[in-house]
């Protein structure tokens, strides 16, 4: 189920970053109008558009980088989250290493982010 969450978070967020709150508010609309045919309204919204599109979106918003080697290798690293209260401000980055500790708050950078050795 968790899954389905994320993955309506991603598209909802690409939704917002093409066409701001006008574009949220066509998402809006087309649901309303579309009924029992909710289920098709990403494809009236962004025609051709698949999954792929909306998780390199979603990546590059939160690590900064596209789907590919370098998010992996950042995801099988040490990593600082920020802007954890807040969709629009969240962000994460890959930083080295700390021997001996598996999380932590790194404030020698701002915005304060919360860090673990593996998410």
Do not use: N
């Not at 309303?32 to 998780?55: I, S």
């Not at 900064?64 to 990593?79: A, N, S, W």
């Amino acid at each position: 189920m968790i899954c389905v969450y994320a993955h309506s978070l991603a598209m909802l967020l690409y939704v917002i970053d093409r066409g701001g709150e006008a574009g949220l508010r066509d998402a809006v609309q087309t649901v309303h109008f579309a009924g029992a045919d909710a289920r098709k309204l990403w494809g009236k919204l962004y025609p051709g558009t698949g999954d792929r599109p909306v998780f390199d979106a979603l990546a590059r918003k939160m690590f900064g980088v596209p789907l590919g080697p370098e998010l992996d290798t950042m995801l099988q690293g040490t990593i600082c989250c920020s802007g954890l209260k807040s969709v629009s401000t969240f962000g994460c980055r890959s930083v080295p290493s700390r021997p001996g500790e598996t999380s932590w708050t790194d404030d020698s950078a701002s915005p304060r982010a919360a860090c673990a050795s593996r998410w």
